[in-house]
């Protein structure tokens, strides 16, 4: 129970700053995003298109490229966590699961609206079902 109400709580954290960074615009395509303080070592960026490997490093995705069918993507990053935010398919939705699951994190919740992966120190929240098209993944370190 207490799995589901962390999920429900991220979901809407994940939301709030999907929709927040989807209603500014879009200036950039998948992979074109150069963002506020790209792969910084402090964080606080942020930009459109896909993080830098230096971003994705830091978070414990290194090499998680943009997804089957992704378009519209965004990020943001802060000292507790790093949002993804994209419009896909269920093509793209299986695509991130496989992504995960290949890449050594454990499934340790679905959802109708999500899964939540773990691979300590990481929990990656990846919400698909949120309003139409729009999906996101956040990557959040252990004691947040």
Known sequence: MKNIVKLFGIIALVAVIGFSMIACGDEGGPGGGAGYNPGGSTGDGYG???????????????????????TSTSWAET????????????ATDSAVDRWFTNNGWSRTMESSSGNMYEKPPY?????????????????????Y
């Open 48 to 70: 459109y298109g896909w993080p830098s490997s230096a971003v994705l490093s830091r978070w414990g995705i290194s090499g998680f490229s943009v997804p089957t069918g992704a």
């Open 79 to 90: 000292s507790s966590g790093l949002v993804i935010v994209f419009n896909g398919t269920s």
């Open 123 to 143: 929990t990656a929240i990846y919400v698909f079902n949120y309003s139409g098209a729009q999906r996101g993944v956040e990557v959040l370190r252990s004691g």
